[in-house]
């Protein structure tokens, strides 16, 4: 078995599944795809950056390049996700993306390689930072929730300022949404009387 192969379903690794996650990213980061949902903000940002994260996220459970026994907790992988989130959802970094397509390149790029970070390393983390991660991902909503609905002048200049300030309100209604995923989820993990 080669290396990178996970033990937890060889069926994955037939061609066609092994190969699946890949292509769909490179579809949805290729003509015609990646123009159309890059027309509006939230269809780069709500529709096309979740979508690479996912796809490298199904990628990533199936595709172990760093054992557990070197990184027990997944901290390695939670960390790039974060870095590579964040920095994507910095309004600078999203012209570029926008506009230039070398940088857009490596945003798919690297949202994809950060969702397989995370589609590793979730399972290792322990509860506590697995709930640390999720709190993070709901104060970045309404932080720029905050910043795109709030704002007087255009933030982001690739999209109009109708456009931002939409992307304002889908962040309040999506904070709210995984806020409350997040009391769910910690409601089913506390009730198994199991942490971790």
Known sequence: MSPVQSVSDK??????????????????????????????MAGHMLVQMPLLLLLGGAWGGRVTLLPAAADPWGLTGLVWFVGTHLFWWIPRSLDLATLQPGWGALMHGSLFAAGWALGQSWARAPFALQGTLAVH????????????????????????????QEMGGLLFWGAGGLYLLLVVWAGIKLGGKKIG
Do not use: H, N
């Open 11 to 40: 069926r994955f690794f037939r061609p066609g599944w092994f190969w699946a996650a890949p292509l769909a990213a490179v579809a949805v980061s290729s003509p015609p795809l990646s123009p159309w949902l890059q027309t509006t």
């Open 137 to 164: 991902l709901v104060a970045l909503l309404l932080a720029m929730g905050v910043i795109y609905q709030g704002a007087l002048f255009v933030v982001c200049q690739s999209y109009p300022l109708e456009q931002q």
